[in-house]
């Protein structure tokens, strides 16, 4: 499967779970031209974000759909769907997202995530955010860096689309390793995103081949 070449400039749905970091860096790439999409949902997974809060006043359309506020699992998916399709995405960026998203059949091979270590080592779940760079100090890794990645059925385990790699330093503390990551993943998505929005992913299985330009 080759991802699609008529959204030149790709509706995004980003979902979030914390600060909103990732979300604000795709936000200024597409601000100073070098990201050609447009930010058409934010879904954030509870109440009280600060990334909800930093989207909303960089007026950005966000809509928070809580596991609390919903019956059961299934609802929150189903309420997240809807939503995706109201605001016509064309791929959906998931931007520390700590829920596991059921990708239905018309979002296959266009939901992206971005993952703050070098996979396969270091991913599944409960590995995230700090988890994750601890994990790598404790093992003593000379090199960490960031993934993005086809997002299918288990935590972190799609096809990789890209990585990027950094130094991890004999000093470095999780914070000072997440901190240089997180500049590599600035990097990452965007150049992710580019090449979907050029329809230059093709998706074979387990295998991300990108194509050459056009």
């Known amino acids: 499967m080759t991802t699609p070449t008529t959204a030149s400039r790709p509706r995004l749905g980003v979902l979030i779970s914390g600060g909103g970091r990732t979300l604000l860096n795709l936000a200024d790439r597409i601000d100073d031209g070098s990201l050609p999409a447009v930010i058409a949902t934010v879904i954030a997974s509870r109440h009280g974000l600060a990334g909800t809060e930093r989207a909303e006043a960089r007026g950005l359309p ?71 760079h601890e994990a790598v100090i404790a093992a003593r890794r000379p090199f960490s860096g960031c993934t993005v990645h086809v997002v299918d059925e288990h935590y972190d385990h799609g096809p990789i689309v890209l990585q990027r790699a950094c130094p991890v330093r004999p000093d470095d503390t999780a914070s000072t390793l997440a901190d240089r990551v997180f500049a590599e993943e600035c990097i990452a998505y965007p150049e992710a995103i580019r090449l979907f929005a050029a329809g230059r992913l093709r998706i074979d299985d387990r295998r991300v081949t990108i194509l050459p330009p056009a």
């Open 62 to 132: 966000v809509t928070v759909v809580a596991r609390a506020d919903h019956a059961d699992p299934a609802a929150v998916h189903d309420h997240i769907d809807a939503l995706l399709d109201e605001a016509a995405v064309d791929l959906v960026c998931l931007a520390g997202y700590l829920r596991l998203f059921r990708v239905d059949p018309p979002y296959r091979g266009r939901v992206l995530n971005i993952h703050p270590a070098l996979l396969p080592a270091f991913g599944g779940k409960g590995m995230f955010g700090q988890h994750v």
